[in-house]
């Protein structure tokens, strides 16, 4: 308990904290009277009170987290979190149960945009709001918001923001303080947004849709207030205000808050991601298009590439927007989304998968491999950006790709094993894990998660979890070396 305890301590001032987020869907709610009201009144006073009293019993065990600290807290926080984050959709509709509000409040503070609810269309603006508010906090991690507060409250953030940055590259500092950093990274991530719901609202949404789809566009989550998604609008204008504020958001927010301090374009062509995560990303999506095109699927071109940009670039960048039921397509083109959405995004940013640094360096460890095998004597360091990459970081990077992969079969094969056809599992899993949204067949950008069993559910709530925190972060937890003095 005594190890515990500080970080309950401080999970107990986040979560005190987080009772403030519900203020804005409450003042719209109380702004339109949608009948919601009552809902976010219990859910402050609950929430705040759990904070508070959690408070009380730990207040004597403060101290300066370590390491380990930050993984436990980190892991609690978004766990934790969801599970208070349901109480407006659990008082609001009744007969939801809270399997799956979890599985949508997670879904949403994971940024993967995969949803249980139907008849988006007719639910009050506020709830609408509330989930594509999960999906904006999300979006940069709610643990690094609290850093740039937590020297108030007396904690240090360095441990915490390390286990929440997801890459590999976690000790790079961009400003000499944390907070300072979680600071500028905040800044960056508000003024992209703003820019976005300004060209959102010009393209033709109305306001609320324009700020609603900003949080869900900005933090790479999917979630909208239409049933129809993007298919709603039938806009090429708004459709490619979108895929450009997702390419935007799928680059490290670190090279944009780099690009920004120098007053320069140059930061983003020293990314060694960024190019690459354009170069695979619209590559992509055009050669999707071609053979969209080839398979007459679309009557003519242009009409392939706009559906084939759109919907590329929503899955690559684990978005899980949709303008059309891609499920109809030839699988060729679908599975091939699903697999971009597995490593193109890059670290650092809004994305999920495994991140275009990871890909890129198994790709050059196995070509060192290879050369290995001709060359045995041959010293054959892997560089990225013209820098060497340390042993143990390629180490780290093989140990990540291995608990993937073992991850992904594993649910794979109890989602078969309880009932559902191969496809289903196999891409709900990896829409899951990949922070993506929607899959194919009965999961698929038509349908909802909804058809799905509490045991389904949950296994894809897991693989949401396993994948936003990036797996090491929350096995290691269950590891007995982790709980040794």
């Not at 009948?35 to 730990?58: C, H, K, M, P, S």
């Not at 095998?373 to 820098?387: D, E, F, T, W």
Request: proline share 4%.
């Amino acid at each position: 308990m005594s190890r515990i305890a500080p970080v309950l301590n401080v999970l107990s001032k986040v979560l005190m904290l987080f009772s403030a987020t519900f203020l804005l869907p409450l003042a719209l709610s109380w702004l339109l009277a949608d009948g919601a009201q009552r809902a976010y009144d219990e859910a402050i006073v609950i929430t705040f009170v759990a904070g508070a009293f959690t408070w009380l019993f730990t207040r004597r065990s403060q101290r300066e987290l370590q390491t380990r600290d930050g993984f436990l807290l980190v892991l609690l926080a978004w766990t934790g979190l969801p599970a208070f984050a349901t109480l407006p959709l659990l008082f609001y509709l009744p007969g939801l149960s809270f399997t799956d509000a979890y599985f949508e409040t997670v879904s949403g503070i994971t940024t993967t945009g995969s949803t249980v609810l139907s008849g988006l269309d007719a639910l009050p603006m506020s709830i609408n709001l509330w989930r594509g508010l999960l999906v904006w906090f999300g979006g940069m991690g709610l643990i690094v918001l609290a850093v740039a507060i937590l020297p108030l409250l007396g904690v240090g953030g360095m441990q915490i923001y390390k286990a929440e940055t997801p890459g590999p590259m976690k000790d790079t500092k961009l400003t000499p303080r944390i907070t300072e950093t979680a600071k500028g990274l905040y800044l960056i991530y508000v003024g992209i947004s703003i820019a976005c719901g300004l060209s959102f609202w010009l393209a033709g949404m109305t306001p609320f849709d324009a700020v609603m789809h900003t949080f869900s566009t900005m933090g790479l989550g999917g979630f909208s207030s239409h049933d129809a998604s993007f298919g709603y609008w039938n806009s090429p204008a708004i459709e490619a205000v979108t895929v450009v504020f997702m390419l935007l958001s799928g680059i490290n927010f670190s090279t944009h808050f780099t690009a920004w301090r120098q007053r320069s374009v140059s930061a983003y062509r020293l990314d060694p991601e960024a190019r690459w995560f354009l170069i695979v990303t619209l590559g992509s999506a055009l050669l999707i298009a071609i053979y969209l095109r080839a398979v007459h699927v679309y009557p003519d071109f242009l009409q392939a590439l706009r559906y084939a940009v759109f919907n590329t670039v929503s899955i690559a960048t684990t978005t899980g927007f949709a303008n059309t039921d891609y499920n109809q397509w030839p699988i060729f083109a679908p599975l091939c989304m699903l697999l971009l959405s597995s490593f193109a995004s890059c670290s650092g940013s809004t994305g999920g998968g495994m991140k275009m640094v990871r890909a890129q360096l198994l790709f050059r460890q196995g070509r060192r491999e290879l050369t290995r095998l001709v060359h045995p004597s041959a010293r054959l360091p892997v560089k990225l950006a013209g820098q060497v990459v340390p042993n143990n970081v390629i180490y780290a990077v093989l140990a990540f790709a291995f608990l993937y992969v073992f991850a992904i079969i594993v649910m794979t094969l109890a989602m078969t094993a309880s009932g559902l056809d191969f496809i289903t599992a196999f891409s709900a899993v990896i829409a899951s894990i990949n922070n993506t949204g929607p899959g194919l067949n009965q999961v698929g950008p038509a349908t909802t998660y909804a058809v799905l069993t509490d045991f389904q559910t949950w296994i894809c709530t897991i693989a949401m979890l396993l994948g936003r925190l990036e797996l090491l972060t929350i096995l290691v937890v269950f590891t007995r070396t982790f709980w040794r003095a």
